[in-house]
T-cell receptor, first 113, second 113 residues
Framework: GNSVTQMEGPVTLSEEAFLTINCTYT??????LFWYVQYPGEGLQLLLK?????DKGSNKGFEATYRKETTSFHLEKGSVQVSDSAVYFC????????????FGKGNQVVVIP | DAGVTQSPTHLIKTRGQQVTLRCSPK?????VSWYQQALGQGPQFIFQ???????QRGNFPDRFSGHQFPNYSSELNVNALLLGDSALYLC????????????FGSGTRLTVV
């Protein structure tokens, strides 16, 4: 079946540091890949997406590249701000008649001033 | 343009009771999915509705049921509530067959006591 694996544990870093959150996936066919962000007490917001291999999704300084050869979609940001503190979820949809989102467990990111 | 709206935002119920949660999809969307997000976890797929029919179902018991109305809005019903049903319930909408991902509401926080 489809599954998403995110690196374990929260991420704590200082303002202006470089952020990387790892995401790997298992899927049938050629999935679309997404990063969602959840701020405290809120629902999920779509941060960025990529729909085919080698696509790069980007938004608000965040980037992720769809790597089919390594089945990965790592999230990066060059210089984080305190306002980036949130939970980040990697997700996929596999367009094989089973178009449901499968999520990773999420990573809490805490940015310290 | 209104996004996905959910009601109520918070709810407290007693074990054994029944609850109904409501969702209005984003304008132009015709497909609604429901997710359960336990504390500290990623969202888990409950079911999906399109053309007023349940199209897919995740690994949830029959106590969880739903409905979609002709205006595409949807309800999630949970019978015989258990303490373990306490969670954030998220509604997400999209256009059937599209590959640009889902738009999420802010969720309903259900607490079962």
């Amino acid at each position: 079946g489809n599954s998403v694996t995110q690196m374990e544990g929260p991420v704590t870093l200082s303002e202006e540091a470089f952020l990387t959150i790892n995401c790997t996936y298992t899927a049938t066919g050629y999935p679309s890949l997404f990063w969602y962000v959840q701020y405290p007490g809120e629902g999920l917001q779509l941060l960025l997406k990529a729909t085919k291999a080698d696509d790069k999704g980007s938004n608000k300084g965040f980037e992720a590249t769809y790597r089919k050869e390594t089945t990965s979609f790592h999230l990066e940001k060059g210089s984080v701000q305190v306002s980036d503190s949130a939970v980040y979820f990697c997700a996929l949809i596999s367009w094989d008649g089973n178009n449901r989102l499968a999520f990773g467990k999420g990573n809490q990111v805490v940015v310290i001033p | 343009d209104a996004g996905v709206t959910q009601s109520p935002t918070h709810l407290i119920k007693t074990r054994g009771q029944q609850v109904t949660l409501r969702c209005s999809p984003k304008s132009g969307h015709d497909t609604v999915s429901w997710y359960q997000q336990a504390l500290g976890q990623g969202p888990q797929f409950i079911f999906q509705y399109y053309e007023e029919e349940e199209r897919q179902r995740g690994n949830f018991p029959d106590r969880f049921s739903g409905h979609q109305f002709p205006n595409y809005s949807s309800e999630l019903n949970v019978n015989a509530l258990l303490l373990g049903d306490s969670a954030l319930y998220l509604c997400a909408s999209t256009l059937w067959g599209a590959n640009y991902g889902y738009t999420f509401g802010s969720g309903t926080r259900l607490t079962v006591v």
